[in-house]
């Protein structure tokens, strides 16, 4: 079956822009996270939803981060004013569960703000 | 949450048998251990995870002493392939925890032909 598919892989702004990353989960799985992984490190937590709900968002940077996932499927990471240093690669993974269900995730969009 | 301690990079070549180890002294009851593999461009991917003494599929095989405060994943005859970072991660298993992977640096295998 389809596995998590994230949009755009590739994605260029200025700085000061707004942009918006997309995360479609695998069908059927409640558990949706967003994760950010710079150059030479593993995957930084950012926010954790559960259905429609934000049940852990501690990983969030500062205010310009957001997140939705209003059906509880679809995810949209939303990121104002961006600077520079919010280039990485933006992951998104599902689960069908809490407690050890599998992550899977997805291939990730390359953000990079000049 | 459990911190985890593994090397930095491992050379193989061919055909050979990798261990890789990791260290997680704090790690508590309800934790279990879990090893990802990331491909460059790529998100990374489950391999295996268990709780103790030992775990196989068909990709690898996780040893969990009695003390669990270390595991090793297996990977048995590897190929160029196979080269890529490996994460080993504490995940705890209780009622409405967020279950956050918390992602060291990991291990970059090299395998050689």
């Known amino acids: 079956g389809a596995g998590v598919s994230q949009t755009p892989s590739n994605k260029v702004t200025e700085k000061g822009k707004y942009v918006e990353l997309r995360c479609d989960p695998i069908?059927?799985?409640?558990?949706l996270y967003w994760y950010r992984q710079s150059l030479g490190q593993g995957p930084e937590f950012l926010i954790y939803?559960?259905?429609?709900?934000?049940?852990?968002d501690s990983g969030l940077p500062n205010d310009r981060f957001f997140a939705v996932r209003p059906e509880g499927s679809v995810s949209t990471l939303k990121i104002q004013r961006t600077e520079r240093g919010d280039s990485a690669v933006y992951l998104c993974a599902s689960s069908s569960s809490e407690g050890t269900d599998t992550q899977y995730f997805g291939p990730g969009t390359r953000l990079t703000v000049l | 949450l459990a911190k985890t301690t593994q090397p930095i990079s491992m050379d193989s070549y061919e055909g050979q048998e990798v261990n890789i180890t990791c260290s997680h002294n704090n790690i508590a009851t309800n934790d279990y251990i879990t090893w990802y593999q990331q491909f460059p461009s790529q998100g990374p991917r489950f391999i295996i995870q268990g709780y103790k003494t030992k775990v196989t599929n068909e990709v690898a095989s996780l040893f969990i002493p009695a003390d669990r405060k270390s595991s090793t994943l297996s990977l048995p005859r590897v190929s160029l392939s196979d080269t890529a970072v490996y994460y080993c991660?504490?995940?705890?298993?209780?009622?409405?925890?967020?279950?956050?992977?918390?992602f060291g640096t990991g291990t970059l295998l090299a395998v050689q032909p």
């Open positions: 939803f559960q259905g429609t709900g934000a049940a852990d």
């Open positions: 069908s059927g799985h409640t558990a």
């Open positions: 991660l504490v995940v705890p298993n209780y009622g409405g925890a967020t279950n956050k992977l918390i």
